[in-house]
């Protein structure tokens, strides 16, 4: 079983639509969950991270975290053509003690104009 | 405050050749990692250093290697390449807060003949 698991769509939402990503993850000792934006040929830009059970939002993203069902989201509202990229859920396995990050395999998403 | 740099963005490589990459986190974080992203594997960890200290390894050969400098600067070496080894090449710093969160530098490409 992976640890890290993601659809790896593609997704595909229409202009102003609400898009929804999905992860879980497979550690229970996990604390630190973080959601990465990729364009085609560039690096990974950190959009959200959280921490705690609930609801974080920032601006058109919010995240949601349940440990108890180990599974970690991404709501982008609004969506816009400029949000089509690979979404990359990562998740920090070691409580802390180090920065190691696992990655899932990313979701595609592809916003239709 | 500037990013993180890595340097060279682009290297071609023979077979059997050594590489060594560099990576200057942002200023003020003293926590690098390493990762490689291929199209089958993904992104996979390769190491991190805090401190001029490997402080965690992923599930690579003796092949890869790392090291960090006084001034947070981190360089990997990769002996021996192999076709396989073709691949982008992240570097990620993480600053002394609590967050954990990781920023990518643009990565360097490797392509291995």
């Known amino acids: 079983q992976k640890e890290v698991e993601q659809n790896s769509g593609p997704l595909s939402v229409p202009e102003g639509a609400i898009a929804s990503l999905n992860c879980t993850y497979s550690?229970?000792?996990?604390?630190?969950f973080f959601w990465y934006r990729q364009y085609s040929g560039k690096s990974p830009e950190l959009i959200m991270s959280?921490?705690?059970?609930g609801d974080k939002e920032d601006g058109r993203f919010t995240a949601q975290l349940n440990k108890a069902s180990q599974y970690v989201s991404l709501l982008i509202r609004d969506s816009q053509p400029s949000d089509s990229a690979t979404y990359l859920c990562?998740?920090?396995?070691?409580?802390?003690?180090?920065?190691?990050?696992?990655f899932g395999t990313g979701t595609l998403l592809a916003v239709q104009p | 405050k500037a990013g993180v740099t890595q340097t060279p963005r682009y290297l071609i490589k023979t077979r059997g050749q050594q590489v060594t990459l560099s990576c200057s986190p942002i200023?003020?974080?003293?926590?690098v990692s390493w990762y490689q992203q291929t199209p089958g594997q993904g992104l996979q960890f390769l190491f991190e250093?805090?401190?001029?200290?490997?402080?965690n390894k992923g599930n690579f050969p003796g092949r890869f290697s790392g090291r960090q400098f006084s001034n947070s600067r981190s360089e990997m070496n990769v002996s021996t390449l192999e076709l396989g080894d073709s691949a982008l090449y992240l570097c990620?710093?993480?600053?002394?807060?609590?967050?954990?969160?990781?920023?990518f530098g643009p990565g360097t490409r490797l392509t291995v003949t």
């Open positions: 990562a998740v920090n396995p070691d409580g802390g003690a180090t920065n190691k990050l696992i």
């Open positions: 550690d229970r000792v996990s604390q630190s």
């Open positions: 990620a710093s993480t600053g002394r807060d609590l967050t954990y969160e990781q920023y």
């Open positions: 250093y805090f401190s001029e200290t490997q402080r």
């Open positions: 200023s003020g974080h003293r926590s």
């Open positions: 959280i921490y705690s059970n």
